[in-house]
């Protein structure tokens, strides 16, 4: 048996997760959980990487002494160093404005087709491309020498040394899915250095030991390693999905919900750019091919601007609700940036000649069927485009907890729903770092001893697939 230090940073919380694992044996607890508030400042949302930071260190020491530390948090975001290794700035969020109208100037230079061609990345507003093509005139990058993205600033301040994480790396836009190298035509077309950035890493490989003055704060003994994982959350879910065999689909699901398939291979067809799916890279040679939803963000943007009624009675009631009275588009970048989201779905509903919910579980109602209904969409765009069957559908990531939304799942897509682990990043965290310590083999070997060891709940769908159909026309029709 050895123990693991997963730390896992998302968009609205971080924690240190802690794993034991031997044969047949995979346990979890969780040593600390920290809240992550972005800062609003005069010159726009930032993060608040040094109370990250602190919540990391917290953690560590909470856990105790361990056989190796890994890092994941979401993606596309960055730190930059000046020449002496120090941060210039809190990383810019990225909801934050400043990538609006960027993409246009982008593809003056290289177009939309042959961006996805080269990278195989599907449109999103603050893809790291975009966001240092927006920074491009900032005195920050100016003196930039170093740009680490946010896994590897964490990593680089436990260990003292840098390196860029291949699975976070895809999501940059700079790296090619078939090759799973830089792409130096696109960086070259767009002027971006790509010396900024530290060499590749790979999941499973090294990325130094706890530094001094860490070993110090957080109490540990060392030498006690830092094993890159798959430090984009996504990457570390997905490895964690509890699946036998490969006719599976995915939706990691939290803030953000990630809905597809593992495949061998990158799809970088014309008609896949249109669908608006991407090929983000996984473990072992892998590609994720996936589409970004929402996810609970909507709801939780909800529920804040409610000031946070108890969420299970609210379920409840939205669960009465009459099922598809409305539905939005989940994956609009409409709803992307903070504030009156109430307000703003109702504005949806109302430009789009559907009933507008009124109330509190109307409102939550409405989300969750979009949700459900974005997670058909993708599922069934993916195994169309990609020819790839699916008998189930594995939900993992803090959503498992919303049975709401894994029922009205099942029911969307037409298929069962296993939901769990819930937290799947962590795991797949964990279970990387014990694979490069020998305790567990091939993805296939981790699979099954998620599936032996963590809790799982099967939604089977209920019919009704007709309703789920015309809302899909309606929306398409909107």
Known sequence: MKSYAAVDLGASSGRVMTGRVGPGTLELAEAHRFPNRPVRVPEGLRWDILALYTGVLDGLRAAGQVDSVGVDSWAVDYGLLDAD???????????????EGVAEKVWANVPAAELYAATGLQYAPFNTLYQLTAARSSQQLHYAKRLLLIPDLLSYWLTGEQGTELTNASTTQLIDPRTRGWSHDVAARLGIDLELFAPLRQPGGPAGLLRAEVLERTGLTGPVPVTAVGSHDTASAVAAVPAVG??????????????????????????????????????????????????????????????????????????????????????????????????RIAEACRATGQ????????????????????????????RRLADHPVDVVHLVGGGTRNTLLCQLTADACGLPVVAGPAEAAALGNIL????????????ASMRQLLALTQPLERYVPRGGAALWRAAEERLALA
């Open 246 to 343: 490969e006719r599976f689909a995915y939706i990691s699901t939290g803030t953000w919900s990630l809905a597809g398939l593992e495949l061998d291979a990158p799809l970088l067809t014309e008609e896949s750019r249109a669908a608006n799916f991407t090929n983000e890279l996984g473990l072992d040679g892998t590609v994720r091919y996936l589409r970004n939803i929402m996810g609970l963000w909507l709801l939780q943007e909800c529920l804040r601007a409610w000031e946070n009624p108890d969420l299970s009675v609210l379920l409840r009631e939205a669960s009465a609700v009459v099922a598809l009275r409305s539905v939005v588009d989940a994956g609009d970048a409409a709803f992307l940036a903070p504030g009156r989201m109430p307000e």
């Open 355 to 382: 009933p507008v919910p009124e109330t509190r579980a109307e409102v939550t109602r409405c989300v969750l069927d979009s949700l459900a209904l974005a997670h058909r969409r993708a599922i069934q765009e993916a």
């Open 85 to 99: 290794g120090a941060l210039l700035g809190n990383p810019v969020h990225y909801r934050d404005p400043r990538t």
């Open 432 to 443: 990387v770092q014990a694979r490069a310590h020998g305790l567990v083999g091939d993805r």
